[in-house]
């Protein structure tokens, strides 16, 4: 599932499957270890299939971003915090939610799940922000065309939590993958303000995840990361939730 690209262990991924996710795992000790857990088969075909189809037919109720760039059902917090439209995210999450599982009924739920699982602790949502939702980058857009950008998930994260380095994940999980490419390429540094990116080499130790229906990356929040471009007639379409753990094995989620 994952790729190695200039990397100098392959141990650096775990590779889990979702029905090894039990009571007890723990999994946190190997993200200290590793840079992602790939998690299989989180959602059956089927599933996967479903949520399309009703993504699709509500259209109409998607939030476009950076000028129909990308997409999303739900409201992202980094979208709105970088367009400037802070207040209409916050002011719309409860709506946000009550859409996201009118139209796909157990959707949040999931992914809530599956923090639990990884974290073994407790998980809530964050007050006043908007639970899960699903990015969908087109096809021939962009971001497939080259990629996105290099960044680490510390938009929604205060900013103690950041400097004292307190955990944070991010989950992603994809209903539905394009035909060629889109995987996600992760790096050993971690966030350390802008200069990290900027100074970073194009050859730094990094791994390359390629997602197929149904599975699920977890990774560091502050791990530099990045989509990849991809190819063909179909979007990226994924599902994300993020979590930052507030109090020893208490964890508030959104998106």
């Known amino acids: 599932m994952m790729e190695a690209v200039s990397r100098p ?9 979702a029905g090894a996710l039990a ?4 999994l946190l ?6 840079w992602a857990l ?11 299939d479903e949520y399309l189809g009703a993504l699709y ?10 000028g129909g760039e990308q997409f999303c059902l739900g409201r992202a917090f980094y979208t709105h915090l970088e367009q400037d ?12 939610d009550e859409r996201v599982e009118r139209v796909l009924p ?15 602790g407790e998980c809530f949502a964050r007050r006043g922000f908007c639970g899960p939702g699903v990015h969908v980058f087109p096809a021939g857009e962009k971001v497939a065309r080259e990629g996105g950008v290099i960044h680490s998930d510390t938009e929604g994260l205060p900013d103690h939590h950041c400097r004292r380095r307190k955990r944070a994940l991010s989950v992603v999980l994809m209903l539905g993958p394009p035909e060629r490419g889109g995987g996600l390429k992760l790096w050993g540094a971690r966030f350390a303000g802008r200069e990290a990116f900027d100074a970073m080499s194009p050859q730094a130790p990094a791994v390359l995840g390629e997602y197929r229906s149904g599975s699920a990356v977890v990774f560091d929040s502050y791990r530099l990361h990045q989509i990849q471009p991809f190819e063909g007639a179909r979007d990226r379409v994924s599902a994300t939730v993020h979590a930052a753990e507030v109090d ?8």
Do not use: K, M
């Not at 009571?23 to 723990?26: A, L, N």
């Not at 790939?38 to 996967?48: E, S």
């Not at 037919?57 to 950076?66: I, K, L, N, Q, T």
């Not at 157990?106 to 073994?120: I, K, N, P």
């Open 38 to 48: 790939a998690i299989d088969g989180v959602l059956d075909a089927a599933t996967c």
């Open 106 to 120: 157990g959707l949040q739920r999931r992914l809530l799940a599956l923090v639990r699982a990884v974290t073994g």
């Open 57 to 66: 037919a509500a259209r109409a109720e998607w939030v476009s971003d950076f």
């Open 9 to 17: 262990d392959s141990s650096l991924i775990l590779d889990v499957a």
């Open 85 to 96: 439209r802070c207040r209409e995210y916050f002011a719309n999450a409860r709506a946000s």
């Open 23 to 26: 009571p007890g795992t723990d």
């Open 29 to 34: 000790s190997e993200l200290d270890r590793c």
């Open 248 to 255: 020893p094995g208490r964890w508030e989620t959104w998106f």
